[in-house]
């Protein structure tokens, strides 16, 4: 019988809830054995057979769990995973990896060190139209690429003070928690940039965190713009490739988070099937007549991340998400960042 990896959940929060507790109870080759809820009893309701712990440090004396899930609110991501690596477990950090590129430094060397494999929940890269934007470019089906515009925006026009996601001490903002997903995208597609320029803005009444921006990543060959808005009641296209044979417009957004939600199992064979109506259209042009089709979009699968996870703890094969590419989406943030407050463009060693 193949080996199962046996998990702990830092938090029963939103993430806990609709990612991480699904994917892996699914999953057969991983068995969640704790969730950390410090006050509530979500878990018992939701998976009467898991423990209920109150504190990290019942994840950390269990010798039997490996693999802990810091999926805790963003500021604490580094205390939390530099303890869980300390005491020799495996790491899953969500998204963003840290708030500081030397925080992220920090828990690269602590892994290498203590002979531990840490990752990053870039559950984005199987988003279905993304895998479809990537093999759109791969394939070059719209000639050279020149300009790719991506957005992310939804409507929150209410500011809540009572959740740290609002709160300007925890360094939230849209930056950090979309930016997070569309920036790993980029690199995933082109690689690091050359420069960054970003504006930030709060522009909801009361707001204390960036809650729009709009940041254009440098390459040679190809004009790259990132857009997210926490104010767009009627969202436009979410991918928008223009190339020198054609163009790729993409609306609507993958169908996991909300089928997850739903409490739809992942191993449904049609799992990750993007309604018709919400394909991309690619309009191509070849000796003069333009061409203008439905392209259907490939299938979503954020169980890939943990597949494609459990083979490099158990047979040492390459990481879904290596830390040093996380580290990298933090480098471009801060980048943004420091664009934004100076009003300059920031060259990227």
Known sequence: MEHKIVVGIASFGMSGRIFHAPLLSHHKKFRIKRILERSKNETQALYPSLIESRSLEDLFRDDEIELIIVNTPDHTHFEIAKKCLKAGKHVVVEKPFTQTVEQGKKLVQLAKQKGKILSVFQNRRWDGDFLTVQRIVQQHLLGRLVDYEAHFD??????????????????????????????????????????????????????????????????????????????VKEPGPRYILHGTQGSFLKWGTDPQEEALKQGKNPNESDWGREEEKYWGTLITEKDGITKREKYESLLGNYSAFYDAFYESIVHGKELPVKPEEALNGIRIIEAVQKSSKTRKTIELS
């Open 154 to 231: 939804r409507y929150k026009n209410i500011v809540s003070l009572n959740t740290w996601k609002d709160q300007a001490s925890t360094g939230a903002g849209v930056l950090y928690n979309l930016g997070s997903h569309m920036i790993d995208q980029v690199l995933v597609l082109f690689g690091m940039p050359e420069a960054v320029t970003g504006f930030l803005k709060i522009m909801r009444e009361g707001g204390k965190v960036d809650d729009w921006y709009d940041i254009r990543l440098h390459y040679p060959d190809v004009n790259v713009s990132l857009k997210s808005s926490l104010l």
